[in-house]
């Protein structure tokens, strides 16, 4: 006999790939100059052929070595509005690479999307790229109980998959201890 339960929500992390989001930024004449190269299409046929001239020009190529682009897609199409005036569209870069995320792959993903719209000679800019699939790096600045700034205890956490740990050594200086370490851990999920 066969049990199934139902959950509400899973974690899946694919191998080889790596994701982020970001958003196009429309110039106000955008669709009234595409409706003009085009004719009769509508604002969803538009920002397909901007999505389709994208991936022409990203997919297969190389970003860094060992990261390629794989496609970029419209992030949740379904709750884009194009009746009402569009100035933003969300979207979805994929990346193949056998190595794991981090602050320098996600500052070579805004250098190559800040260049995008003069590369395909169209007036759009890509603004906040983020990770999509995991937790990207920061710092968690932990105030001395004293009050003494230069107390405060800075944990700089590495960009990690959704559904990982981030473990990080003890930023304490110069603290030894006879058994064992102190770790600061940190959830993504």
């Known amino acids: 006999r066969r049990e199934s339960d139902v959950s509400m929500e899973v974690i899946l992390n694919i191998n080889g790939?790596?994701?982020y989001e970001a958003v196009i930024d429309l110039p106000q004449d955008f669709f009234e100059t595409e409706r003009r190269k085009r004719q009769n299409q509508d604002k969803s046929q538009q920002i397909s052929n901007l999505i389709s001239q994208i991936n022409d020009y990203l997919s297969g190529g190389i970003l860094?070595?060992?990261?390629s682009f794989f496609f970029v897609n419209i992030l949740n199409p379904e709750i884009i509005n194009f009746s009402c005036p569009l100035q933003k569209v969300p979207i979805l870069i994929t990346l193949i690479t056998n190595k794991g995320g981090s602050e320098e792959l996600l500052e070579d993903v805004e250098e190559k999307m800040e260049t995008l719209g003069i590369q395909l000679n169209i007036n759009i800019t890509i603004i906040e790229v983020d990770r999509f699939d995991g937790c990207r790096s920061n710092v968690t600045d932990i105030p001395s109980h004293s009050g003494n700034t230069n107390l405060t205890?800075?944990?700089?956490?590495?960009e990690v998959n959704i559904g990982e740990l981030a473990e990080v050594g003890c930023p304490c200086g110069n603290v030894t201890l006879q058994e064992g370490s102190l770790t600061a851990t940190r959830y993504c999920g």
């Open 64 to 67: 860094t070595s060992n990261v």
């Open 153 to 158: 205890i800075s944990i700089r956490w590495p």
């Open 17 to 19: 790939v790596i994701q």
